[in-house]
Nanobody
Framework: DVQLRRLGEGLVLVGDSVSLSCAAS????????LGWFRQRPGEERELVAA????????YYADSVKGRFFISKDNAKNIVTLQMNNLKSEDAAVYYC?????????????????WGLGTQVTVSS
């Protein structure tokens, strides 16, 4: 099993930057691909960014390309989502998740383990 612990600040201004991190631990934690999801009120949880277990491949939703960057510290099993030039629509509850395999889909069903949600509030 993999345990995910959330890290980071969640109160920011429009145009500001913030970083969210999750530390993965447990047996075979280093072999899990890691992703960040977000969920806005009244909407489905969506995949924002993901990184393959070896850090070679990444995925970004169109809405965050060029602004958000995901990285994985393979030695510490920490995944970080660097969010830059934040917009009002970026406000959401963000979740980190782990998958035993590199998911082919973009839904939540491909991820077996989940961390607690972090509320990111973007104020103007």
């Amino acid at each position: 099993d993999v345990q995910l612990r959330r890290l980071g600040e969640g109160l920011v201004l429009v145009g500001d930057s913030v970083s969210l991190s999750c530390a993965a631990s447990g047996d075979s934690a280093s072999s899990y691909s890691l992703g960040w999801f977000r969920q806005r009120p009244g909407e489905e949880r969506e995949l924002v960014a993901a990184v393959r277990w070896n850090g070679v491949r990444t995925y970004y939703a169109d809405s965050v390309k060029g602004r958000f960057f995901i990285s994985k510290d393979n030695a510490k099993n920490i995944v970080t989502l660097q969010m830059n030039n934040l917009k009002s629509e970026d406000a959401a509850v963000y979740y980190c998740a782990a998958s035993q395999h590199w998911p082919t889909g973009r839904g939540t069903e491909g991820y077996e383990f989940w961390g607690l949600g972090t509320q990111v509030t973007v104020s103007s």
